[in-house]
DNA sequence: TACTACATAATAATTATTATCATGTTGTAT
DNA sequence: ATACAACATGATAATAATTATTATGTAGTA
């Protein structure tokens, strides 16, 4: 879907910084810290301001139109909401997404935990820590 | 086993800092952030600076008697360090263990990831977030 | 075209985490 | 028992990341 009528389908208003932060987020699978988004939107709008990119990135998420991760204590943003784990690099600072046979089994698991007595399970995250391809040793 | 002997198999320093600190981590399941630590063991050592309960958690990671997780953006730490789910409350910010079959699928989910050519996992985190018994409404 | 509500930008405050360094204490060898 | 080297502690400060405030500007609607 073309990324204005997406914003206009969950009743956001369409800017031209908002397009350019969507656009960002549906165009890579680098998961960007909201910095890394700011350093990247400051590319077509020099004078844009951190916290528009900051109150931008939580009315997305609020919206649903992205994932707003906390892996290692740092929040990262993810243009693909569809549920799926995420690996870490502690050498790098990198995150990928982990594919394959555990993507099948994510929804799984949310199943099971939202059969935990009590508990009103909204969202699960799975983190996996170690090193990248380009930083194993 | 007692407290001052786990320390000292670790090849650790055993102080009555140390020994108050991971008693206390020892002795509860809620997941107690450095904060937390420092305002409860401060009733045993009025004195103990915030810094020596920091640097203190940090040293037993290190020496894996107690786990930092990481959720919400905000550390915390398990005396438990057998592998098992949390779940968080976004109202109140308790922090739960998940039990039952979750658990065991729990190891599994790791191997999964540890097949992935290239990755070389070493750790995993898999949170909840929702609202607890007590939150729900 | 005008108007209202929301978005933006500049700036500042807050919160959590980590660092520095002088002094004190533990473990070990005498 | 004593002394000493290595590490722990406490006081303080710095850093990093996240969130708040507010005046001005713009999108959407009538």
């Not at 690099?89 to 994510?106: A, I, K, P, S, Y």
């Amino acid at each position: 879907m073309d990324t204005a009528t997406l914003l206009k389908s969950k009743g956001l208003r369409v800017t031209p910084q908002r397009l350019a932060i969507l656009d960002i987020l549906r165009s890579t699978k680098a998961h960007p810290s909201v910095e890394t988004v700011y350093d990247l939107v400051r590319e077509r709008f020099p004078s844009i301001s951190f916290n528009t990119v900051y109150k931008t990135l939580q009315s997305f998420e609020d919206a649903g139109l992205v994932w707003k991760l906390s892996i290692d204590n740092l929040y990262r943003y993810d243009g693909n909401t569809l549920p799926h784990a995420h690996f870490y690099c502690h050498r790098c600072g990198m995150v990928l997404d982990v594919n394959g046979e555990l993507t099948q089994r994510f929804s799984e698991f949310l199943e099971m935990a939202r059969k935990t007595p009590g508990l009103k399970v909204q969202s699960m995250e799975v983190n996996f820590y170690g090193h990248c391809p380009a930083c194993r040793y």
